[in-house]
Structures are given as C-alpha cells and as structure tokens.
C-alpha cells in the first residue's frame, strides 16, 4: 500500500468524522480507483451519498459491498432503513429486503437455536433485558431512557451495550451505573447470546432494529423464551425469532402486520421534555409573516416531500419555510432546486446543540411532517415547545407514527390522508385557524405531559411484559423442549 494511499484513507476518515461528505466522497472514490474496493469502501461511500441525499446512489454502493461479501451485514442494514424511507417503497419491496436480510445473516443461526432453561414462575420479577447500540444521547434513547431505568421491583434490567466507546457520554454513565450493566461492543454474536441465557433472561427486547451496531444476529440464536423488538426503530422485522413489535393500534391497527404480531401499547414511544426550556412564545404568525419549519435529517427529505412544502409556499408567497439538520452543501443545492420559484423562501439552517435545536421551535407556527418516514421524537420535541404539525398518514407502520403522537393528543384534525388535504391543512392553520393554532400552542405542552405519550408509559410497558410472561409460562413445555432440559441435567 503506498503512502499516497494511506493519506487519502487518513484524509476520508478525518473528513468523514467531521461530516464534510462533499469533500469526503472524491477521496473515497480516488481509493476505489486505486485498488481499493473493499465492502468497507463501498460503504463509506454510501454512506456518504445517504447523507448528500442520493439515496439510489447510497443502495448503488451498498449492493456492491454486497456483491463482494454477501455477509456484510452492515449495507444491507442500510439498505432496509433507505427503502423504508423511500416514498415509492412498497410493503412487499420493504419485506423482501429484509428476507434477504435473515437468508444471509439469520437463518443458519436460527436453525441451531435451543431452549432457553428459565423458571417458569408467572409471577416472580420477570429478568428483562435490553440490547442497544444507542446507550447515549441519542434520539432513541429519549424513547427507552427512562423505561430501562425506572422499572419498579416487578422488572430485573440488564443492558447489553454494542454502543461504541467513543458514542460514551454522561447519559451512559447512568446506565454503567445499573447493576444489569453488561457491555458486549466486542463480543461475537454466539458468545453474548450465551451471556444471555447465563443470566437467565425472561425477555429479550431489541432497542436497535437496523440502526447501526445492532445486535440482531444475537436474537436469531433464540437466548430468551420472549423476544420483541420496539422503541428504539420500532418497525417489524419480520424475522421468525422475534415474538412481536411493541407499537398501538394507530401505527399498527389491529388487523395488519408487516411481520411479528404486534404487542400493543398506548402510545409507539415514550417522551421525556427537556428540564429548563422556557415555555411557548406566543403563535409568530399573529404579527409576523407565516413560519412553516422542516427539522428532520435527510434520511427523510425527498422530492415528493419538497414538492408538497413548495405548492404550500405557492399558496403563501408572504410565508417562510426554515429546514434544519446537517445538510450538506451539494444536498441544499439539491433541495433548493426542487422548491423552485419557492426556493426563495426556504432558509436552510445547519445543526446545532440539542438545547438550541428546541428554542428555535419559537420561530415556527406550524411543522411540515416528513412522510413516508414521519416524525418521532422530533414530533414531540414540537409539540413540547408548543408546536404541531400537519402529517400524511399512510398504509405502511412507518407512515404513521405521527398519526398515533396527534391521535394521542387529540389532533386528529392534524392528520391529512391526501396530499391535497395535507396542502390544505397546512395553509388553513396559519390562515382562517391560526387564532385556534395560537391557543393550542399555550396549552399543547401540558397536553402532552398528560398524555400516555409521557405519562404511566413504564407502568404500561411493566402490565405488557407481564401478559407476555403469564402467557409464556401458561404454555406447555414441549418434547423438545423436554428433552434438552433432561439432557442439559444429566450432563451437570
């Protein structure tokens, strides 16, 4: 390997950890030119793109990391979370990726599972664990946070941590601090499913899904009796080692799956406020020209999306649209040039702290939901700080999560099921409603607090588990099951 080489692979890991990928992607490329062509490469360069926008030339380079190992597990994870993304993604498209997924990475492994050996008591403390890569400030740990750790003495935690050493901060230490605390980042799948079933593991939840550094080849090895996944991604899998999907009957009415059989709750996600943010300001729009706002990252921008924000700002030539994340040059450009004459009221804004994220919601009378990847947590992070949005419900789980955060709080007028609708919608808030916008804004985050989105969620979560567990020790054990269990005795 020459020494030309070697810097270009240090100058795109520095430039990649520093989020510059239009500086980034040349020097991947030059490396692939070079020789180079690695899964790794591929899928740096896929990443990139992902983050450019360019989502089919994001799938491009990771089928070509695939076609070089078909066991690299990581670009056929993105590849899934891509299409679920993608507004022309249909349910039988989205299954069969996943499919693929369990062919290569899960199958083998789900045909040497074996019984789990737990004490069928129904009503002893159940012995939860949890599997996550984000036991971090993270988006999906505001989800989990306080389930895992808030449990009352009915549930046992253990944390099993794939969260990379250099993702620690002082969120994490509130985990390491538990006495379930495990950390596997290094482990192999076969060896911390063994861990698993050493501690004796009731349930096994999955936070992760196919976000980065999950563990899902664990769950295909069967360590548990019950296995969910939920929370943290919480769509389903599909995966014949999962039992259910923790969603409600609005992200998964009762009827439909897209895979395991969905374990309901009353609300998809738990929220938690942030201490110290002052409350809502009054609407802007009562004095100043309308404010529509897009905060979401660019997994979740499309053309289809934009299309519908520029017919509303076509509508209001006097309103604004601020966008904010960490978009890159060469993907504003590509946002701007699909507002087209509405470009000029569009104002883009780059990330900043999670604190200074919230506070700029003062600006915005109304947010623009993102389909078909809607809104989570950045839902409520709106609705906390007093503003709702207008979302496009769709047939699909991922379409609908901000239908069931506004059915929740009782803004099913927010809810659009045509495209038409959702132009509609929005331009009457800030219009003919905005005087019922400016009431809703004083009193949307009391609402929220209230409601099952924050309030007794661990409790209901705690009732879940124990039907599930009641469930299971209500079945009978079968032969197999049996003789393993006489086999693993006459061995000890």
């Known amino acids: 390997m020459t020494a030309e080489i070697l810097q270009d692979i240090w100058k795109a890991q520095a430039l990649y950890d520093a989020g510059d990928w239009d500086a980034c992607e040349p020097v991947i490329r030059r490396l692939l030119k070079a020789g180079l062509t690695q899964p790794l490469t591929y899928d740096a360069l896929g990443s990139v793109a992902q983050f450019q926008g360019r989502m089919d030339v994001a799938i491009e380079c990771f089928r070509k990391a695939l076609s070089v190992d078909p066991g690299y597990v990581e670009a056929r994870n993105r590849i899934i979370m ?16 996943r499919a693929k997924w ?14 789990s050996l737990v004490d069928r008591d129904p009503s002893r403390p159940i012995r939860v664990g949890y599997v996550s890569a984000d036991f971090q400030f993270h988006s999906a740990a505001t989800v ?42 290094e482990w192999p799948d076969v060896l911390m499913a063994e861990k698993i079933r050493d501690d004796k593991i009731d349930i096994l939840v999955d936070l992760s899904n196919f976000t980065a550094n999950n563990r899902l080849g664990v769950f295909a090895y069967r360590p548990a009796p019950i296995q969910l996944t939920g929370f943290g991604y919480a769509l389903a899998t599909g995966f014949p080692c999962f039992d259910g999907v923790l969603t409600d009957r609005v992200v998964t009415p009762p009827g439909t799956t897209e895979g395991e059989p969905p374990v309901y709750l009353p609300s998809v996600i738990d929220y938690q406020g942030t201490e ?22 660019s997994l979740k921008i499309n053309a289809q999306g934009i299309r519908l924000w520029a017919r509303i700002l076509e509508r209001l030539p006097e309103a604004r649209l601020i966008m904010k994340s960490h978009y890159s040059p060469s993907l504003q450009a590509w946002i701007r040039e699909h507002f087209g004459a509405q470009s ?21 009378d109304l947010s623009l939901d993102t389909f078909p990847q809607t809104a989570g947590v950045s839902g409520c992070d709106g609705f906390y700080m007093g503003v709702p949005m207008v979302t496009l419900i769709g047939d699909r789980a991922i379409q609908r ?27 009457e808030c800030v219009t003919t409603r905005r005087n019922d916008l400016a009431a809703l804004r004083q009193t949307l985050r009391a609402t929220l607090v209230a409601s099952p989105i924050c309030n007794g969620y661990t409790a209901a979560v705690e009732a879940v588990y124990r039907d ?5 020790c209500a079945k009978p054990v079968s032969v197999s099951d049996m003789a393993f269990r006489l086999k693993e005795a006459l061995a000890s």
């Open 82 to 97: 891509i299409l679920d993304a993608l507004p022309d993604t249909s349910p039988a498209q989205a299954a069969r990726e």
């Open 102 to 115: 369990w062919t290569h990475h899960g199958a083998d492994r789900y045909a040497r599972r074996r019984p």
């Open 144 to 185: 989990f946070h306080r389930i895992v750790t808030e449990h009352s003495e009915d549930v046992v935690p253990y944390l099993y941590s794939s969260t990379p050493y250099s993702k620690y901060d002082p969120i994490t230490n509130t985990y390491r601090a538990m006495p379930g605390w495990r950390d596997v980042v």
């Open 276 to 297: 110290g943010l002052p409350e809502a300001n009054p609407l802007p729009c009562l004095t100043e020209r309308p404010t529509f706002g897009v905060f979401q990252r």
């Open 344 to 364: 000029a009221q569009v104002e883009i804004r780059g990330a900043t702290s999670s604190y200074e994220h919230k506070l700029m919601y003062a600006e915005i």
């Open 401 to 427: 999560t901000s239908a069931s955060l506004l059915t929740n709080l009782g803004l099913e007028d927010f809810i659009a099921t045509t495209e038409d609708e959702y132009v509609d919608k929005a331009v």
């Open 468 to 472: 599930l567990w009641k469930a299971h």
